[in-house]
């Protein structure tokens, strides 16, 4: 098979890769400084390459999703632990049972806007979560139940983040820094949905609602599924009458229950002047 033309004069770095595996096996070839520096793994995780490895971080997720011709996603966060409804007899407390009714909310929304999303051929309104169990694993999998691609952003954790098995393959990504994940969320937002959850959750709602606050990003339909939920555990409006925050930051949200719900607000969604 003829090799494909390259389109620079140079060697290109998986030629001079092989051809390093060619040489004779010498004490100087041996050596930690003779490798390239981009194959050598041990100078890679070096503390003083750190700056390095959050670009890559940055620009591996970015270019898969450009190639794809991602334009526009909706992301969704929530616990991880929330059971199915068919595993929630297994679940740790009663509460946490009783939470399984989200997976079944958040799988049926996944699967409405990935039919939406199918109409642009998966360019727009793609589905990703953190790549995950519980609400996360319903996302993705109201995507694959309507034959679309969705998109998992997984971290190295000791527990609880291996992909679930409803991602596209494609588009599992997984990333050592918070930060850089956090990005990926983002970027190409089109609609924010917060499903009940821990720390994790609150950490990304908080983080994504504090950056349309102070005006780091442009106001998007922000979704909390769960009114009685979110207002157990957050009192809102104590945080606006001892103003930490101004009361038309209550406004940078909408509660909802159901999955019809929340694509009612993202279709009546009119950007803020």
């Known amino acids: 098979m003829k090799d494909e033309p390259r389109s620079h004069p140079f060697r290109d770095s998986i030629e001079d890769i092989a051809a390093t595996k060619r040489l004779p096996d010498t004490p100087q070839t041996r050596a930690p400084a003779y490798r390239l520096a981009f194959a050598d793994r041990d100078f890679l995780t070096r503390e003083e390459l750190r700056p390095v490895r959050l670009q890559l971080e940055l620009l591996k997720p970015q270019l898969i999703m450009d190639e794809r011709g991602i334009e526009s996603t909706i992301v969704m966060f929530g616990g991880a632990r929330i059971p199915s409804p068919e595993q929630k007899g297994a679940a740790k407390s009663r509460i946490l049972a009783d939470l399984s009714h989200y997976y ?25 979560t953190g790549g995950g169990p519980g609400v996360m694993e319903a ?120 999955a019809e719900e929340a694509i009612a607000v993202i279709d009546a969604w009119v950007e803020p002047c």
């Open 104 to 128: 079944d909310e958040a799988r049926r929304f996944a699967r409405i806007m990935t039919e939406r999303s199918l109409e642009s051929y998966g360019r727009e309104n793609v589905i990703v």
């Open 139 to 258: 996302g993705n999998r109201g995507a694959d139940d309507a034959g679309g691609q969705s998109i998992g952003l997984n971290i190295v954790l000791p527990h609880e983040q291996a992909p679930n098995a409803y991602v596209t393959p494609d588009l599992s990504f997984n990333f050592h820094y918070f930060a850089i994940r956090k990005m990926h969320f983002l970027m190409r937002a089109k609609a924010v949905c917060v499903f009940p959850g821990g720390f994790g959750t609150l950490d990304e709602m908080f983080e994504s609602l504090t950056l349309i606050q102070t005006k780091r990003m442009k106001a998007i339909p922000f979704l909390l599924f769960g009114r009685e939920w979110w207002e157990k555990v957050i009192n809102w409006d104590h945080l606006a009458e001892a103003g930490v925050i101004s009361p038309e930051d209550l406004k940078l949200f909408a509660m909802v229950e159901t």
